[in-house]
């Protein structure tokens, strides 16, 4: 698989996992492009014997959040882009303050989890993987990946209410 098959087949997904994290649009669309830019300085150094090419992926992606989060010491903020496009699109003032504070409720829910915790519900919701796939990219056991999952929603519950997980 060539460079550019590995980056149709992926950039959808790479691009969810940093926008989950990282909310400004801007930063985030900077961020996948810095994940491709090391995915092809290093393309013709992968061996596929290592280690297989979705984790290799992802754990670049990871590390470029990394990087991003320590020189940034941030973990989220909302963009002006996101407030122009929110009028653009005719949303009402209502809907879009009600938008707004479960978004707020959300994040300061996250905000309360574990650095790991938050790391594991990215990867099982916005990138849509088993435990397994969990487990094999973050080097913990499947069984430890559904505990932190099970226990870290549990937390989210406790904190946004049932109706809302």
């Known amino acids: ?13 790479i691009y969810n996992y940093i926008r989950y994290r990282v909310l400004d649009r801007g930063a985030a669309d900077d961020l996948v492009s810095a994940v491709f830019e090391k995915v092809l ?14 984790p290799w992926l992802f754990a670049i992606a990871r590390n ?7 020189r ?21 003032v209502e809907g879009t303050a009600q938008r707004n504070e479960e978004t707020a409720r959300l994040l300061a829910a996250l905000g309360e989890l574990s650095e790991v915790e938050r790391e594991l519900i990215a990867m099982k919701f916005t990138l849509d993987l088993t435990n397994r796939d969990i487990a094999a990219q973050a080097g913990l056991g499947e069984s430890h990946v559904g505990v932190i999952l099970f226990r870290a ?12 997980i």
């Not at 698989?1 to 997904?13: L, T």
């Not at 300085?41 to 979705?54: G, I, V």
């Not at 929603?153 to 809302?164: A, C, H, I, N, Y």
Request: aromatic content about 14%; hydrophobic content about 35%; proline content about 4%.
């Open 1 to 13: 698989m060539g460079f550019e098959e590995v980056y149709d087949k992926y950039f959808a997904r």
């Open 41 to 54: 300085d290093n393309f013709a150094s992968f061996d596929p014997a290592r280690a297989p090419l979705e």
């Open 64 to 70: 470029t959040l990394n990087d991003y989060f320590r």
């Open 72 to 92: 940034r010491r941030v973990r989220g903020w909302f963009s002006l882009t996101d407030r122009e496009e929110t009028i653009a699109s005719g949303e009402s």
């Open 153 to 164: 929603m549990g937390k989210l519950r406790e904190r946004l209410g049932p109706e809302t």
